[in-house]
């Protein structure tokens, strides 16, 4: 089983786990590199390194309307199995691998703030202050605080219809914007495609049947929908919002179903087992491309630092996720065992 930031393992699906399916990582892969790349985008735009940035904007509004819905609809297709455990063991795998590396590294994170200020674009003024705030504020890491507490509230919301709590996240998705504290406002903007994502659990394995003529039908209709409502600022408005995260979520796995069979779609789908990785690592890999590009390459190319520093982010840390199993550090992003148990890749 390889890392993601869906905090699943083959012990949380049963002793009948559900095989992997290839577009799902594939998916995963493209997601967490746009991720990625609209970090650094942010970062070129704060340093007015584009001379006419509405194009940059526009794709960073764009994939912001759906890379992240789609990590938390992708999670609740898969926490089922989980949720079947006992409420113990759901927590005790939901500590392991995603409040686990969450804690790790808020504190790496704080200590490199502290330790490498000058080169971080927005420092932290106080970096220990940073950390002590790890469990009511958003910090760099949020992603992985507000997935386990969606998924906490999944658990106890096991009871209740799916029906009945997609509709709940969705009231509190537009109630959400009343409160002033970031985790809250992060936790109900992400709950409902969790609890979409539930509720879509029993029909995960038929997206893998759908005729490809279909699928490339539906990607470029929901592609036209997405631009559209970007160009148009649509995205603004906050019911529209949460239909283009659905809509680009729908989008997402069409490319990804698309892109099953080429060349492209095993890389991509490394990537994805590795998303967790990538995620915590790809500050890191980016940052150190920046300043090599700046100081030493004296490279002043917004171009060349985009896909640089993209690919470096992703790449470098899909390696060392590739180098941790084989050498036994996983311990830095899982506590559970990658090597023990390896789920099935289903085959198309």
Request: charged share 10%.
């Amino acid at each position: 089983m390889t890392p993601n930031p869906l905090g699943l393992s083959s012990k949380d699906a049963g002793a009948n786990p559900r095989p992997r399916i290839a577009w799902i990582d594939i998916a995963k892969g493209i997601a967490i590199t746009l991720v990625v790349y609209g970090h650094v985008m942010q970062g070129a735009i704060h340093r007015e390194m584009l001379r006419s940035p509405q194009l940059a904007i526009f794709s960073l509004d764009l994939i912001y309307t759906f890379h992240m819905p789609a990590f938390f609809f992708v999670s609740g297709l898969f926490i089922g199995p989980a949720l079947r455990r006992s409420a113990g063991e759901f927590l005790k795998g939901r500590f392991r691998t995603i409040l686990w590396p969450y804690l790790l590294w808020s504190v790496i994170g704080a200590l490199s703030a502290a330790a490498f200020r000058n080169f971080y674009s927005n420092p932290s003024a106080n970096p220990i202050r940073s950390l002590i705030n790890i469990f009511w504020d958003t910090g760099g890491f949020w992603f992985l605080y507000v997935l386990f507490l969606t998924q906490v509230l999944a658990l106890l919301f096991r009871p209740v219809p799916k029906h009945i709590s997609l509709a709940f996240g969705i009231v509190l998705y537009f109630l959400g914007s009343k409160f002033e504290i970031a985790v809250v406002t992060k936790l109900t903007s992400f709950l409902p495609y969790l609890f979409a994502g539930i509720c879509c659990e029993p029909f995960v394995e038929h997206i893998s049947n759908v005729p490809r003529r279909i699928t490339m039908l539906a990607f470029a209709i929901l592609g036209g929908i997405q631009c559209s409502a970007v160009h148009f600022g649509l995205h603004a408005i906050p019911a529209v919002n949460l239909l283009l995260g659905f809509s680009g979520t729908l989008w997402l796995i069409a490319a990804a179903r698309l892109l099953e069979g080429a060349r492209s779609a095993r890389a991509f789908g490394t990537v994805g087992s590795a998303s967790l990785v990538v995620f915590l690592l790809h500050p890191y890999f980016q940052g150190v491309t920046r300043e090599v590009l700046f100081h030493v390459a004296r490279c002043h190319s917004p171009l060349v630092h985009v896909v640089l520093q993209t690919a470096a982010g992703v790449l470098g840390s899909t390696v060392c996720w590739l180098l941790s199993t084989k050498y036994g550090f996983w311990f830095l992003f899982t506590l559970k065992n990658p090597n023990q148990t390896k789920m099935p890749v289903q085959k198309h």
